[in-house]
């Protein structure tokens, strides 16, 4: 018999990885993805099946982690083997525009999917897996981070997560459950969220040099971060959930950069030379040189990057750098692919699409390529 996983958050970065990985060991999938107005599942597309057909093994359940019912139904039909709760407003400087939904669905919504595998009587059969972050650690008492560093979370969506990561260290130790934090520090891909900084960079710049754009606007570019691959984290997530016993483990690379850094990578995948000049919010970031055919709208003095306060946080989280050795150690964790790596794939990506829009932008088809915020 085929184990069966449900996924909250299966339409986001994370879900979409862990979903391929899973059908791919012959799990039974099901996914919880949200009502929306238009379609959402561009992220999953390529695994969609027809549910028409016989025996599909990747199922989608409409509903949200802000409500009990819904979710309750859901594992009641499915009786899963293992949750794996991804689902979240998972952008920290919009929960500080959302403080009381981040609240209820990054917070409350753990405790209701716990409460539902108690109150249907699965705590013996259902493992979870909590999508706990380095967030938590915030403003940090100790570097590098480890599992036993304090927490100091700084925004809302922090708090709620702390509120998760310690509701489900409480199930485990009250009702016995397979219940496990997997401390994620930041990972990303060429399916992360727009507004999400590498994200922003990489398809910002793409479509600055394709002329579809003509400026980044920044935030706080000091900010230092601990970049992996989503693809390589979600292996991990999985492997969190076959051990002896549950235990929270940090995934992280142990290499540290800042976002001014992911900057410089991008343009130079693109063979743009850049300098920055100027301090605080005037500083800017010039083209020096153009290199090869990727950046066809650039020339020598060009500013593609500007800072602008309105991307600065209420309280910002200067600095993440994890410490991976317990997962080394137990987990064999090995990260896969470099930052750098990371950051080429992702330019590659978007270079792609942006030279796909600008050939529909040439024959009249474009559609508007947004800028997004965030
Ligand atoms: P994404 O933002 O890409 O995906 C979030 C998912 O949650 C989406 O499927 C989204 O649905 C869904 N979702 C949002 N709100 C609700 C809701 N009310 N009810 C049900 N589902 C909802 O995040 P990632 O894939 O990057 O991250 C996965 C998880 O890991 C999140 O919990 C995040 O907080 C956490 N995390 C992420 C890290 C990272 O660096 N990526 C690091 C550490 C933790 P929709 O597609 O409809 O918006
Ligand atoms: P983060 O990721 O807040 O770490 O949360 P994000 O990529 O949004 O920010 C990283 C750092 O870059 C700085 N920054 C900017 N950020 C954004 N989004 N836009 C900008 O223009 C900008 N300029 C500078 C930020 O201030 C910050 O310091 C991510 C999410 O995936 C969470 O869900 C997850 O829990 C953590 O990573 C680990």
């Known amino acids: 018999m085929s184990k069966s996983a449900l996924i909250t958050g299966i339409t986001g970065q994370d879900g979409s990885y862990l979903a391929e990985l899973l059908l791919a060991k012959g799990y039974e999938v099901h996914g919880i993805k949200r009502r929306a107005s238009s379609f959402n599942t561009q992220r999953i597309d390529h695994i969609y099946q027809d549910p028409h057909e016989p025996d599909p093994k990747l199922h989608l359940h409409y509903g949200d982690l802000s409500d009990t019912s819904n979710l309750t139904r859901i594992i009641q039909e499915v009786q899963p083997d293992e949750v794996y709760n991804l689902g979240a407003q998972s952008h920290v400087a919009v929960s500080f525009e959302a403080p009381e939904y981040t609240a209820d669905v990054d917070g409350l919504g753990t405790l209701r999917l716990l409460e539902a595998i108690r109150f249907l009587g699965l705590e013996d059969k259902t493992r979870f897996y909590q999508a706990s972050t380095s967030e938590l650690y915030g403003l940090v008492q100790e570097t590098p981070q480890r599992e036993t560093t304090p927490f100091h979370p700084r925004s809302p969506y922090g708090v709620a997560k702390l509120?998760?990561?310690?509701?489900?260290?409480?199930?485990?130790?009250?009702?016995?459950?397979?219940?496990?934090?997997?401390?994620?520090?930041?990972?990303?891909?060429?399916?992360?969220?727009?507004?999400?900084?590498?994200?922003?960079?990489?398809?910002?710049?793409?479509?600055?040099?394709?002329?579809?754009?003509?400026?980044l606007h920044m935030g706080n570019i000091d900010s230092l971060r601990d970049?992996?691959?989503?693809?390589?984290?979600?292996?991990?997530?999985?492997?969190?959930?076959?051990?002896?016993?549950?235990?929270?483990?940090?995934?992280?690379?142990?290499?540290?950069?800042?976002?001014?850094?992911?900057?410089?990578?991008?343009?130079?995948?693109?063979?743009?030379?850049?300098?920055?000049?100027?301090?605080?919010?005037?500083?800017?970031?010039?083209?020096?040189?153009?290199?090869?055919?990727?950046?066809?709208?650039?020339?020598?003095?060009?500013?593609?990057?500007?800072?602008?306060?309105?991307y600065f946080r209420p309280a910002e989280v200067d600095s993440l750098l994890g410490d991976p050795s317990k997962a080394k150690q137990k987990l064999g964790w090995e990260p896969e692919t470099t930052v750098q790596e990371l950051c080429a794939e992702m330019i590659a990506e978007d270079l792609e699409i942006a030279r796909r829009n600008t050939l529909l932008k040439e024959h009249g088809?474009?559609?508007?390529v947004t800028r997004e915020s965030g």
Request: charged share 25%; glycine share 8%.
């Open 163 to 215: 509120y998760s990561y310690w509701i489900t260290v409480n199930y485990r130790e009250a009702y016995g459950m397979y219940a496990c934090n997997g401390i994620l520090f930041n990972h990303e891909s060429p399916r992360r969220g727009e507004t999400f900084v590498t994200r922003k960079i990489t398809r910002g710049l793409a479509n600055i040099a394709q002329g579809l754009d003509d400026c």
């Open 227 to 310: 970049w992996g691959h989503a693809r390589d984290y979600v292996k991990m997530q999985w492997l969190m959930l076959q051990q002896e016993s549950p235990e929270d483990f940090v995934i992280a690379t142990g290499k540290q950069n800042s976002v001014r850094q992911f900057i410089e990578w991008s343009a130079s995948e693109l063979g743009i030379v850049l300098e920055f000049s100027g301090e605080g919010i005037d500083e800017v970031a010039i083209v020096r040189e153009v290199n090869g055919d990727k950046a066809p709208a650039l020339t020598a003095g060009d500013i593609v990057m500007r800072i602008n306060p309105r």
């Open 365 to 368: 088809l474009a559609a508007p």
